[in-house]
């Protein structure tokens, strides 16, 4: 798990235009916030013959203008779009609304409001973006853009701001300040497998609120209020039929790229510990999943954007690590799946359901990666004695990491034997786990001796729900790699099956591991299968 930053850039957003905020990126579109509503009221307006004052932003465009969309990446200016309006107290303490929008794209605007305003040379003008309403703004926990470097989205994800508009002869001309911070994210990869790969959303999780309703105080200049939400989910796709961007934005770039794949999201400012999650999907397998990157804490001021570029980059889990217990030699020892010579039908397979007929068939034909199978005798002490099974973790520490290390099921992404998978359980780490010990589990019971009672075969369901972002370095990641019995591989990407390095006293040919599957209800158990199957011998964290 990745644990920088990329804050490539930081730019104050240019108050002068409505919609967006001052993204970084190639020119994007602002969102069009059309209104029948507001249209009616305008001509409502016009036919009774209200009076009303102008207020007018921005810059006339030249006629030689260049033509751009509704942000400028290198000049973070911005434009109005199609319905967008403004609220205004009048002189009386009314809200008004403008009873006219711009009808297309433009630098600058004469917005129309009724309503009195004689009595002061000064008023506040509120943007509240499209899902606002006078100052009180909505940042959404679900947001969607449609497109690559795009942000027509972001008037209806949260972009709002606030303006002094000063009398200059018989009008009110402001500019706008935003009050929004924006994450413009840019993955990128060398990795030939995640390259035919799409960006399908981006998840962001908080240690503080980044969502909910806030209101754009005229005193301090800001928003204010607590939020109601810490969680973001930026789909990144266009649900269109036929569309370009149906299967997500690609991921071709071997650099960061926002004409490739830049996607934006509104979030409250402040100091926030984000865990981003880029959720990325194959469109030929349907193999979806994370790759996860952590945030430190950072002030992310309003009226701001920030450059978040990932190097999207995944773990990649050797074949050579399923043993039976406490064997000498894994259990494709000279028949590796990336073997000169490699043999279909005999050697390792790689896939679900693949079959090698070259497994170790018994400790006469294949005494080195056959299994320990010594029994001193029922109620007698038996653990492991090779190294690599010596530093697993034991049957006691097994039924701690269980039952109190609060497993997480994730859809992280990984590779193994040249195939994408994704899927596996965050644990919390054993100095995180209070009263941890491997001589007894919780109850005081240590399985390696004679138990006071029959094993259990102890089972914990999980949470799907995504580790906080400041407890990350809490837990750590055990791959849902599946297993080999009689050379047939079972559940790579579905369930995790680890051994411990005790034996049961109880049975001269069982030993204890630990399970863990997402089959509808993400459960994670200590079991005593036979020693003849080909689990994972993994240290835990």
């Not at 009386?92 to 009808?103: F, I, K, R």
Request: charged fraction near 20%.
């Amino acid at each position: 798990m990745n644990k920088t930053m990329n804050k490539t850039k930081m730019q104050t957003f240019s108050v002068c235009k409505l919609t967006v905020t001052a993204l970084f990126g190639l020119a994007v579109t602002l969102v069009s916030c059309s209104n029948e509503e507001i249209v009616q009221n305008q001509k409502t307006a016009i036919e009774n013959g209200k009076d009303l004052t102008t207020f007018e932003t921005g810059e006339p465009e030249s006629s030689n203008a260049k033509t751009r969309t509704s942000l400028d990446y290198a000049s973070g200016a911005f434009y109005w779009e199609a319905g967008d309006k403004i609220y205004v107290k009048d002189d009386d303490g009314t809200w008004q609304v403008s009873s006219n929008a711009p009808t297309e794209k433009t630098a600058s605007f004469k917005f129309k409001v009724p309503g009195r305003f004689t009595g002061s040379n000064t008023y506040k003008v509120y943007y509240p973006g499209k899902n606002g309403n006078q100052d009180r703004v909505s940042i959404p926990a679900a947001q969607t853009q449609t497109a690559p470097d795009n942000t027509e989205h972001i008037g209806s994800s949260g972009d709002c701001g606030i303006a002094t508009a000063t009398k200059e002869g018989g009008l009110f001309k402001f500019k706008l300040d935003h009050k929004p911070a924006i994450l413009v994210f840019q993955p990128y990869t060398s990795n030939t497998i995640l390259q035919g790969c799409y960006l399908t959303k981006v998840e962001v999780t908080s240690d503080n609120n980044l969502t909910g309703t806030y209101t754009l105080d005229p005193a301090t200049g800001t928003l204010t209020g607590t939020g109601s939400g810490s969680r973001i989910v930026l789909t990144t796709k266009n649900p269109a039929a036929g569309s370009a961007n149906a299967n997500g934005f690609p991921l071709t770039n071997t650099s960061a790229s926002v004409a490739t794949n830049g996607a934006y999201m509104v979030i409250a400012p402040g100091t926030h510990t984000l865990r981003v999650r880029y959720w990325i999907k194959d469109p030929v397998t349907n193999n979806e999943g994370t790759i996860t990157k952590i945030m430190p804490s950072f002030t992310y001021a309003a009226n701001a954007y920030y450059d978040m570029t990932a190097n999207l980059t995944i773990h990649d889990y050797a074949g050579d690590k399923y043993y039976m217990w406490d064997a000498q030699r894994q259990y494709w020892y000279g028949h590796e799946w990336n073997k000169t010579g490699y043999l279909s039908s005999t050697d390792q397979p790689t896939v679900n359901e693949g079959d090698g007929g070259a497994y170790p068939l018994n400790k006469y034909l294949d005494p080195d990666r056959w299994c320990n199978d010594s029994y001193p005798g029922r109620s007698i002490r038996n653990d492991a004695v090779q190294p690599h099974f010596t530093s697993l973790p034991n049957v006691n520490e097994l039924v701690w990491y269980c039952m109190k290390g609060d497993p997480h099921w994730d859809y992280e992404l990984w590779t193994s034997m040249g195939h994408l998978h994704g899927g596996g359980i965050w644990l919390k780490k054993k100095s995180e786990i209070p009263g941890f010990t491997p001589n007894n589990d919780p109850d005081g019971i240590d399985w390696r001796a004679e138990p006071i009672k029959a094993f259990p075969g102890f089972h914990k369901i999980g949470t799907t729900l995504p580790i906080p972002a400041a407890d990350a370095d809490k837990y750590f990641f055990l791959p849902a790699l599946g297993e080999y019995e009689r050379g047939l591989l079972n559940y790579i990407g579905m369930e995790g099956l680890y051994w411990s390095s005790s034996s049961c006293i109880q049975a001269d040919n069982e030993a204890y591991m630990l399970e863990f599957d997402n089959y509808g209800y993400n459960r994670v158990r200590v079991l005593v299968p036979e020693r003849t199957f080909g689990f994972r011998a993994q240290e835990f964290e």
